[in-house]
């Protein structure tokens, strides 16, 4: 429990360098990466119960996802995002769960945090 409170508060505290660094690894990883790892972090960010995306990050998400272009590098870094905001945990074990990609991208977010 300790330890998702620190990254919650982590991620509060998230800088824009430190949001960009994610951007850009987040550019790095292969198409079935992001393939496979967008529809789980979607789903986790429209099940959230937290309703923190009413903002400019979830109009962005909802025209991605009505355009069909979620599953995108810029759908991956928007429901990084996302998925930081809402439910920090919940996205990592995502990533781990996922393929090689999504699992370096894992280690890559944490150290930046």
């Known amino acids: 429990m300790e330890q998702i409170s620190k990254i919650e508060e982590k991620v509060e505290q998230l800088t824009d360098v430190q949001r960009s660094e994610i ?13 496979e790892v967008c529809p789980a972090l979607l789903r986790l960010a429209l099940e959230s119960e937290k309703g923190k995306l009413k903002n400019q990050l979830g109009m962005v998400i909802f025209h991605l996802q009505k355009n069909e272009r979620i599953n995108t590098v810029i759908g991956l870094q928007k429901l990084l995002d ?21 699992q370096e991208l894992a280690k890559k977010i944490k150290s930046i945090l």
């Open 23 to 35: 951007y850009e690894y987040a550019r790095r990883v292969s198409r079935e990466t992001i393939e």
């Open 82 to 102: 996302a998925a930081l905001i809402v439910a920090p945990e919940e996205m990592f074990k995502i990533l781990e769960s996922a393929d090689e990609g999504a």
